[in-house]
Antibody, heavy 119, light 106 residues
């Protein structure tokens, strides 16, 4: 079954860290770029970051650059998002999404994991 | 960053009617635009990529058109399951950006 399953969300205080994971199955993970996209409660979609299949090339939105780090372990078919110095405005559902054939579109999505930054 | 403006914000229609959704870019994105559908409590689903190509498994009643700065998503005859929020997204420039969404409601 082709799917992405996120985990690791929760409630965290401002300034603290959290690591999200996304387990992939049913497709050849190491041949796809992977993204994180977030959605604040009741709001629209915001692209966060992309890591290409070779693990070396990454892109970040300005809003998270220097605070968030995307990585992947192709041997475990898993994508990660390390989030440091969290702010209230980082509160959102975080989706991992597969890149469509290096096209920078999102053709497979997980169900998301909620991150709430609050004191 | 490229700002995408979707209109209208809300579209009130009935099953069987035609829906026309607009996405306008502040600068040209060539044909590098996609459309997604999102239902409450669910992840988005890719409908259209590169302005006019239907993604795998998407019914033929969904069609996309446009290039440059003006794009349209058309649903030829609304089915009950089509009532949702629709987003456009550009991949021509970094960062990747989405429009604010159009809600299609009954």
């Amino acid at each position: 079954q082709v799917q992405l399953v996120e985990s690791g969300g929760g409630v965290v205080q401002p300034g603290r860290s959290l690591r999200l994971s996304c387990a992939a199955s049913g497709f050849t993970f190491n041949t796809y770029g992977m993204h994180w996209v977030r959605q604040a409660p009741g709001k629209g979609l915001e692209w966060v970051t992309l890591i290409w299949s070779d693990e070396n090339n990454k892109n970040y939105a300005d809003s998270v650059k220097g605070r968030f780090t995307i990585s992947r372990d192709n041997s475990k078919n898993t994508l990660y998002l390390q989030m440091n110095s969290l702010r209230a405005e980082d509160t959102a559902v975080y989706y991992c999404a597969r890149d469509r054939s290096k096209g920078r579109y999102f053709d497979l999505w997980g169900r998301g994991t909620l991150v709430t930054v609050s004191s | 960053e490229i700002v995408l403006t979707q209109s209208p914000a809300t579209l009130s229609l009935s099953p069987g009617e035609r829906a026309t959704l607009s996405c306008r870019a502040r600068q040209s994105v060539s044909s590098y635009l996609a459309w997604y559908q999102q239902k409450p409590g669910q992840a988005p689903r890719l409908l259209i990529y590169d302005a006019s190509n239907r993604a795998a498994g998407i019914p033929a009643r969904f069609s996309g058109s446009g290039s440059g700065t003006d794009f349209t998503l058309t649903i030829s005859s609304l089915e009950p399951e089509d009532f949702a929020v629709y987003y456009c997204q550009q991949r021509n420039n970094w960062p990747l950006t989405f429009g604010g969404g159009t809600k299609v409601e009954i």
